[in-house]
């Protein structure tokens, strides 16, 4: 497992390949780049609208997006400030098997009541 830190800030290179990934693979608007009155950029994450499924991470070459699964829980770490997630736990085996924000959004997709979403892929 890797290095579970609050802050990667000083990692981000502001290449804003999650930004990219982010809205135009996985269809959100979780990043942003932002830039201040000195012109001085940074990159913005909005948990609300994430769905935790790790292409940003994946895509970031710097290390500076970071997540990770501890029991029950998805930790994400970024350039912009740590988030917890809640996992949802198999009714069957037990597995916590994926973010409950995502299966929020996959319910949604799918035109399925989350009644849908109570086993793992194994159990189905
Ligand atoms: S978090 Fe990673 S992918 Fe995103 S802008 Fe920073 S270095 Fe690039
Ligand atoms: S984990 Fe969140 S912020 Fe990252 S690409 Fe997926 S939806 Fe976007």
Same mark, same amino acid.
């Given at each position: 497992?890797? &290095?579970?830190?609050?802050?990667?800030?000083?990692?981000?290179? +502001?290449?804003?390949?999650?930004? *990219?990934?982010?809205?135009?693979?996985?269809?959100?608007?979780?990043?942003? =780049?932002?830039?201040? $009155?000195?012109?001085?950029?940074?990159?913005?994450?909005?948990?609300?609208?994430?769905?935790?499924?790790?292409?940003?991470? =994946?895509?970031?070459? @710097?290390?500076?997006?970071?997540?990770?699964?501890?029991?029950?829980?998805?930790?994400?770490?970024?350039?912009?400030?740590?988030? &917890?997630?809640? +996992?949802?736990?198999?009714?069957?085996? *037990? =597995? =916590?098997?994926?973010?409950? $924000? $995502?299966?929020?959004?996959?319910?949604? $997709?799918?035109?399925?009541? +989350?009644?849908?979403? &109570? +086993?793992?892929? @194994?159990?189905?």
């Amino acid at each position: 497992m890797r &290095e579970i830190i609050n802050d990667t800030k000083d990692r981000c290179i +502001l290449c804003k390949k999650c930004v *990219g990934i982010c809205r135009k693979t996985v269809g959100r608007e979780a990043i942003s =780049y932002v830039e201040d $009155q000195n012109g001085n950029g940074s990159i913005v994450f909005d948990f609300d609208k994430c769905i935790v499924c790790g292409s940003c991470d =994946y895509i970031c070459a @710097d290390n500076a997006i970071i997540i990770e699964d501890i029991v029950d829980t998805r930790v994400m770490v970024t350039p912009s400030g740590r988030k &917890e997630f809640k +996992l949802k736990q198999c009714a069957k085996c *037990g =597995y =916590y098997w994926a973010p409950e $924000q $995502q299966i929020k959004f996959m319910s949604e $997709q799918a035109n399925l009541p +989350l009644s849908a979403f &109570e +086993l793992c892929s @194994d159990c189905r």
